[in-house]
């Protein structure tokens, strides 16, 4: 009988400092959770929605004290969406591919995954600081930055970066910044720096902000895009950005993936701080994605090991999870 065997929460130390409007992380938690059925352990991974109230302690909690069937579809009515759902999720994927000795993405009924080229996030800082992290991330191989804006002194920033890495793809995200401000006037000024996307220019739960804004570039929801149940408030943006610590898991990720899809949204799939054994399920939604940003893993100071290769800008497919061995 599969059953929790663990849920703790381990400290993972940031490579210098990971910035954005709201604030600075130096070190991120997350809470690892693995499952058993006497013979097979299945492990998944989830970092807390801080924003949203969250801990990690509080999602190890509620893991332990998870008493329902232990299967993907009681989840998603007996637990709410989260980073516990999300870890727990992942786990039970985990031990049914090894289970039945094949990988997830088979299970799923998905294409076998490729290499994915994902964004490398510019933290938010003075432009001088910008453009010297996008040349390095450039220097490395990463063709997408995405730049962390703050909603003051943004166009110097993009400049800035933009001078760095003049031929990387650049996309920025607002991180609910511009709400008071002329959101089409700032997508048109960066537009003209060669952005192609804007992630969350404002609060969420004020999505009619946007009503009536025509914006030169995609406009794409995060924080106001948790799982399908979000998708009816969400038509005056183009684009949701999918995490599967939002969605609560893999499972709702490639349902939610499936429906914008069908409602003819844009997809971006994204990821909070945390290491590849979190980062790898991730990757089986980013396949086909428009926008792909699983730095996740590559902003910490060190990765689990067998963690998700990166070569020239490219996520390769690993073995840490999912694989059915």
């Known amino acids: 009988m599969t059953h929790i065997i663990s849920a703790t929460v381990e400290r993972w130390p940031v490579a210098g400092a990971f910035i954005i409007s709201r604030g600075a992380k130096t070190w991120v938690d997350v809470v690892m959770c693995e499952v058993g059925d006497g013979e097979h352990i299945g492990r998944g991974e989830g970092t807390a929605i801080y924003y949203e109230g969250e801990t990690a302690e509080g999602c190890a909690a509620a893991i332990s004290a998870y008493d329902g069937p232990l299967n993907r579809e009681a989840l998603l009515h007996r637990m709410p969406r989260g980073a516990a759902r999300n870890a727990l999720d992942c786990a039970l994927w985990d031990l049914e591919a090894k289970q039945a000795g094949l990988p997830v993405w088979q299970l799923a009924g998905l294409q076998a995954p490729v290499p994915l080229p994902t964004a ?191 070569k020239d800008g490219l996520l390769h497919p690993g073995t840490l999870w999912g694989m059915g061995q």
């Open 120 to 310: 490398f996030t510019i933290s938010l800082n003075e432009p001088a600081q910008m453009e010297a992290d996008a040349r390095a991330a450039a220097a490395k191989g990463f063709a997408l930055l995405k730049c962390k804006l703050t909603g003051d002194g943004d166009r110097a920033r993009i400049a800035a970066v933009r001078a760095g890495s003049p031929s990387a793809r650049l996309i920025v995200d607002a991180n609910e910044s511009w709400h008071d401000l002329d959101v089409a006037a700032e997508a048109r000024a960066l537009a003209e720096l060669g952005v192609e996307m804007v992630e969350q220019p404002i609060l969420h739960g004020r999505e009619e902000r946007l009503r009536g804004v025509k914006s030169q570039l995609p406009l794409c929801a995060d924080e106001s895009c948790h799982t399908r149940a979000d998708l009816d408030r969400l038509g005056d943006f183009d684009a949701v950005n999918i995490k599967l610590d939002k969605a609560g898991g893999l499972t709702e990720a490639l349902a939610l993936a499936q429906e914008a899809r069908a409602r003819n949204f844009r997809v971006m799939v994204g990821c909070m701080l945390g290491t590849s054994l979190g980062i790898a399920p991730a990757a089986l939604v980013a396949q086909g994605a428009d926008w792909i940003d699983l730095d996740g893993a590559l902003l910490l100071a060190r990765d689990r090991d067998g963690g998700l290769p990166l």
